[in-house]
């Protein structure tokens, strides 16, 4: 293998993934290379289980490795622009769409694994949700379900490898460099490459990398939001009206007390709850399968209640890592899984109360007391939230319904480009995640297309 090419692709998630497929489309002579710090996509496996905790593993196969984040998602993928991140302000809704129709007809090249179903918006849930102060943002999703989604991220890598395309793993970039012909990138296991571009696809968890490149190369930053919370479990009949007919339920509220927006969002039905590694902060995470003999008996998703810093503060990051770190803390290494009953009364859940709870725990987490963890603003709006969505599904509010903590996601790092095509410096383009623009897999891989495009055309 050479170590000279046209471009190198930092980061195997789905953005860099369809940047490779569409380069190699539109050029197939090009030298393309895709450098992954995590796994092969096989080689993948999570030693949680329903009777296992986080075993702190160096590199975590649920967060990084070939496939990306998007690997073991619920394989949820967004027909639109209505929610998940902004290309759609970026690029103009059209012109969005068009590259998220692009990256659907990809996935049903490769999805060989039966039909996969499509949930459309519905007005009467909407109608119902405007009633109780909420407001339902719903569009047609494509649901593959985590064992589809795997098998089709498969399919699309060993395409990618017959184009021509290099593909390796444990290969941790550490420091990029200026040449006179290109760049030069330097990896953790000693190895060089040298590219003419580069398309940094680090995801989310490549934050601090894309930090100290815009410091390195003097590229100014702006600081995003970051959103604290919890993943919410209960029994799947609660949100059934939502999920036979839209699937996935995300819902905005703006809280009383404080006038906050929360939102709920990552819906799995019939999933599981499931722990991240993220540089060795344990979080809360979920995921369902499309085959019903998979499925439990369970729904969870997300709460989270977003917050945007002012001036002077700059770290929002840190200050969403310090409150995951603290749960861990009182989690023994884990996160924290509370029965909402106990959180209202004030008092710590148990081994003894979890084990009568009518909902039975998917993850064996540390039973404990989120509210010495998170804020108290944070904290109140949660529990607003949770009885707000109790109108629309009563059951919500539920005394045995389960909390976990904590769920935090980070957009804080949003770096300003040179032009429309998303190019940070003379030849370095940024897509994904890690951009602080997308949040999902669609428009994800609708960007890494775009900037593809960019290059070649």
Known sequence: MSNLYDVAIIGGGIGGLMAAYRLKENAPELKIIITERGDELEKRHCPVGRDKTCIHCKTCSITSGFAGAGAFSDGKF?????????????????????????VDKILDKYCTSGKVKIYKSNEDLKLKCIQNNLRLLDMNVKHLGTDKNFVTMKNLIVALSQMGVDMCSHYDCTNVEKTADGYTLNYSNGKQICAKKIIIATGRSGANFVADFCRKFDIKMSSNHIDIGVRVEMKDVIWKEFSDKIYEPKILYKTKTFEDR??????NKGGLVSAENNHGIITANGHSYAEDEKRTDNCNFAILSSIRF???FNQPTEYAESISRLANMIGKGSVIVQRFGDLIRGRRTNEHRLGQNTVE??????????????????LTNIIETIYALDKVAPGTANDDTLLYGCESKYYSIRPHFMNNKF??????????????ICRGLSQSGAMGIYVADCITK
């Open 310 to 312: 002012t001036e002077p």
């Open 423 to 436: 190019e940070l410096i003379d030849g370095v383009f940024i897509i994904g995640d890690g951009s602080g």
């Open 262 to 267: 929360c939102r709920m969002f990552c819906f």
């Open 78 to 102: 967004n027909l639109g622009t209505a929610y998940g991140g902004t290309l759609g302000e970026e690029l103009g809704d059209t012109l969005a769409n068009r590259y998220i129709d692009e």
């Open 361 to 378: 725990p998917t993850l064996k987490a540390t039973a404990g007391d989120i509210s010495l963890v998170l804020p108290h603003r944070i």
